[in-house]
């Protein structure tokens, strides 16, 4: 999957893209599915009822999941919403035996940055 935790993504797609599209942090990934849930994105309204004696019951406001393919990664260089390229490290790491290991980052298609 092209999006994994804790990047920030902003909405291309649905009802909450348009002229000032949201822009949130991903909190989890659901890759057999296809679905992520992205921080003040797709809210919903649930009505919880309380389950023990001294815990609040009422309409909770939480985030819903939403695919994949509506969210674009934003680079933390150039502030721009942009696809990611990966590139192959070689000179990070080594295995136990001294060869060098292969690492993949990825990289920012529009400024070349490390994301």
């Known amino acids: 999957m092209h999006i994994k935790k804790d990047d920030i993504v902003v909405v ?32 919903a309204k649930r009505h919880k009822k309380p389950r023990k004696q001294g815990q609040p019951g009422g309409i909770i406001k939480m985030e819903t999941p939403i695919y994949a393919s ?18 192959v490290d070689l ?4 295995t136990k035996s001294g060869k060098p290991k292969a690492i993949s980052i990825r ?6 940055a490390e994301i």
């Open 70 to 87: 509506k969210v674009m990664r934003v680079c933390p260089k150039c502030k721009k919403p942009t696809r990611h390229a990966v590139k």
């Open 12 to 43: 291309i797609s649905g009802r909450d893209a348009g002229d000032e599209p949201k822009q949130g942090k991903v909190l989890s990934v659901d890759p057999e599915n296809g679905k992520v849930i992205v921080e003040g994105v797709s809210m």
């Open 107 to 112: 990289v920012c298609k529009k400024c070349g």
């Open 91 to 94: 000179t990070q790491r080594t």
